[in-house]
């Protein structure tokens, strides 16, 4: 089987769709969507122009990525597991309400 090469935009489906867990470094994302430090980097870069993610923390060469969709509460990111607790809550809560 050959190995083919990916294009822009499945690594780019693949970076959001990693980052939909949390946020994440790009040493991480590089490393879960099988591709090198440099080309992640780029393609965040892109992304990050194009408004999909942000940069939590950028200090040398650790920068912190997050989904720009993702829900944060007073600009905390939350991990995957307390924010479907989170976001179940305040569904009932909303609920309730009316």
């Excluded at 499945?10 to 430090?37: A, T, V």
């Excluded at 393609?43 to 194009?50: G, H, M, Q, R």
């Excluded at 920068?63 to 944060?72: E, H, M, S, T, Y």
Aim: aromatic share 8%; net charge positive; no cysteine.
């Amino acid at each position: 089987m050959k190995n083919e090469k990916r294009g822009g935009d499945e690594i780019r489906s693949e970076i959001l769709e990693f980052l939909k867990e949390g946020p994440s470094s790009i040493k991480k994302i590089s490393e879960k969507i099988n591709s090198n430090w440099s080309t992640t980097s780029n393609y965040l870069t892109e992304l990050k122009k194009d408004g999909k993610v942000s940069e939590l923390i950028s200090s040398g060469n650790l920068k912190i990525f997050r989904r720009n969709d993702d829900p944060v509460f007073y600009g905390i990111p939350l991990k995957k597991e307390i924010r479907v607790k989170t976001l179940s809550l305040l569904l009932d809560i909303i609920k309730r309400w009316k």
